[in-house]
Every structure is written in C-alpha cells, then in structure tokens.
C-alpha cells in the first residue's frame, strides 16, 4: 500500500488537505470518501474502511472538508453546499491527476452530501451512505440551544465532538433549503445504504426514508450492534469489505490480460514496509505482518496464508470424498495453528534441528455420520495435496529475473 499527501483547491481557491491511499498494483478503481460532520480524513472509521477498498485493489482519496483538519478556510463560512462543491471539486482532481472516481462513499452527514454530489460527479457509478441523515437540516438540532444567539448576533460558538467551533446564521439557514429525498429519487446511480438499527445519533427511521427516494439498483445494509462512528474495527471493517464487494458489481470485469499464468504466484511490496499485493491468476489476495513487528497489519501473515493452504486444502478433499462416498457430509471446518516447537516436545520428528514446524489441525464435521464414517474422515484428512507437500521433499529454486523484462 503506498500513501500520498496531496492538495487540491476548492471552489474559493483554498487549499483543501488529503491522503491518497493507492494499492501496491493498478487500482481497479478510484475512490472518494467523504468523513462524518466537523470530523476529518484521519478519523478511525474513514481510515479502516478506506484499507478494505485498498486491499481489494481500490484506491481511496480521502480528504478534509473546507476548515476541518489540515485543510484552509474557515468552519464558519462552509455549509452542507460547500460540501458538496469540495466533494466535486475532489473528483475533478483525481480526474486531471489519475483517473475520475468510480466510487462514491461518505459517513454520516458526509454521506448525505456524497447522495447530492454524485449528480454532478458523472463518473461516479456506486455511492455508498454510512449512518447518513436523509435530510441534511437534521445536524440543526446540534445548534437548538444556539439559534437566539444565531438569529440576533449572526454566528455563535458551539462545542462539537468536544472542540468549540464557530457557525454563522447561513449555515444553519442553507440546511434548510436543501431537498434530499427528492433529489435522490433522480439519482440514475447504484446506491447502497448502511445504517446500525442502534444509531442514535441518526435514527434508523433515516435509512428508510432515503432507501424509499432511492431508484433501483439500491441495496440496504444493516450494521448491528454498531454505533454512529463505528468506532469498534470490526464494524468499520465489515462496512467496508461490503462496499468494496458491493461496488464491485457495478465496475466493468478486471482485464483478464492483466491475470497470471495458472499455477503462478507473482508477490509485490514497496520500499518501506510488509505489506504485500499477491496476485494468483484473476485473483487477488494481501499479506502482512503484525504492528508488533513493523507491519500495518492489513492481512494475514506468510504463515498464516500457508496455515490457510493447508485447512482449505484439507476441507476441500474430505468434502471430494464425501461426495464421492455418498457420505452425509454437511460442513466441514479446519481449524489450523502454527508453532515452532523443540524436537524433544515431537515425538514425531525424526530432524536433529534444535526446533521444527509443527502444524495442528483440528476437524469438525457435520452431518448423519457414523463413527466408522468420521474416522476414515479423519484418514482421508491427512491425505490432502499440500499435507502431502509439508511432510514431502521440497525444493525451492531462486534466481533473479531478467532486468531487462522488467
């Protein structure tokens, strides 16, 4: 995975501060991520979601709204409409420098403002809404305690997410005038909604209203259990590993020309870090390493890939047998474990090496089967192609390639 710092100007001619996160290959797609209200690019949230594009071979511009962040300009003189200009005035950007987003996605009111910016982004095939608003004067109720003062000084103080932040009159005044749910119902794009059902910050109630404006294609996505901010991983992450395979149908196939020969593994990684691009024929896969040791923890270990290898491999040729054996084999799961253990702790071992690799696997099956039928099962479990290989002879050949195919 590789970053960029950039800046773009928006309509006023400020400079407006972002991150591009670019996967280690050619992106499939460019992406655009708006952030929730008075936050900025860097929240929690917008940075796991953005990592699950990445690994799926999507890049991500994520940037701070007009005097939020690292950006210039001030809070008080933006608005819902001039988030929706930096959100086009970002898209024209990655237009001149690399390549028009495909992908729109915005959380909270940010998704609100990526619904109505995706009618003047017309690259922009798939827009995807987190926990949004389906009006954007419902933020209004964050100032009722302010209006008096707005409405005789013009602007009054408000603390926000625990930072006070300075909002005028027109602010409140522009929410007002905005016609969400009917300018959705003439959005000609793919729309998916995602909204926890314990929101309460933005009640469920709003992804009904916004799932109703919406044309077909549209899809709803439940979060359970998260909060607004999705503020534990597992749920930004889960948010994000469903755009990114959501979107995908609504992106032309990956250029098969770009695939590897079958039974060729090319790996890529970048000066100054673990992650790794991994590509099998048409398919794409990450490996990492752990923070502990360096890495960015974005995918599983090389250990823990072959561990992997290992259980799919041996799920794959009981279920081959059971087919074959008319057996009543319903699931089959593989739980597999790594270790480097001394040669006195195996029994087994017959290296004079001070340790050795050991793998576990534990089997569980499911269905109507007899104790005869499981233990040929668990025979048959050992009997698996790369089982085989790890307990076989292996040679690996190393040589540098040819720098001048590079």
């Known amino acids: 995975m590789k970053k960029e710092n950039i800046q773009f100007e928006n309509s006023a001619g400020e400079k407006l501060a972002g991150i591009l996160d670019l996967p280690t290959s050619t992106p499939r797609a460019y ?34 709204f007009t005097g939020l962040g690292q950006s210039e300009g001030e809070f008080a003189d933006s608005n819902f409409s001039s988030n929706v200009e930096d959100l086009v005035a970002a898209a024209n950007y990655l237009e001149d420098t690399y390549e028009a987003p495909s992908i729109l996605i915005g959380h909270s009111l940010g998704g609100t403002a990526v619904l109505q910016a995706a009618h ?21 109720h964050l100032f009722s305690d302010k209006r008096k003062e707005l409405e005789k000084t013009g602007s009054a103080e408000v603390n926000l997410g625990g930072r006070p932040l300075k909002i005028k009159q027109q602010f409140l005044k522009d929410l007002e005038q905005q016609t969400m749910p009917e300018s959705l119902g003439t959005l000609r794009k793919a729309v998916l909604i995602l909204h926890s059902p314990l929101d309460e910050t933005v009640e469920i109630e709003n992804a009904s209203e916004l799932f109703l404006a919406a044309k077909h294609p549209k899809s709803f996505v439940s979060l359970d259990n998260a909060n607004h901010l999705l503020t534990r991983e597992e749920d930004a992450r889960y ?33 100054g870090g673990f992650f790794t691009s991994i590509q099998a024929g048409l398919h794409h896969l990450v490996a990492d390493e752990p923070e502990t040791v360096g890495g960015s923890n974005l995918g599983p270990t090389p250990y823990g890939l072959l561990s992997a290898a290992l259980g799919a491999c041996t799920t794959m040729t009981l279920q081959m047998y059971a087919a074959r054996k008319k057996l009543d084999l319903r699931e089959v799961s593989v739980e597999v474990t790594h270790a480097k253990v001394h040669v006195d702790d195996c029994v087994d071992c017959e290296t004079q090496s001070a340790k050795v690799d050991e793998f576990q696997k534990v089997i569980q099956l499911e269905g109507n089967l007899s104790d005869e039928e499981r233990q040929r099962l668990l025979e048959i479990a050992d009997r698996c192609p790369v089982h085989k290989t790890l307990h076989s002879e292996v040679q690996v050949k190393t040589q540098l390639a040819d720098p001048t195919l590079s």
């Open 31 to 64: 992406a655009l991520f708006a952030h929730c209200f008075t936050c900025s690019k860097n929240i929690r949230a917008a940075t796991i979601i953005s990592r699950a594009l990445i690994e799926a071979g999507f890049a991500v511009l994520r940037f701070d």
């Open 120 to 140: 003047s982004i017309p690259s922009a095939v798939a827009v995807a809404s987190i926990g949004s608003p389906a009006n954007p004067a419902h933020v209004a």
């Open 239 to 271: 948010a994000g590993e469903v755009i990114q395979t959501w979107a995908a149908r609504f992106l032309p196939a990956p250029d098969e020309e770009a695939s590897v020969e079958e039974g060729v593994v090319v790996a890529r990684t970048e000066a």
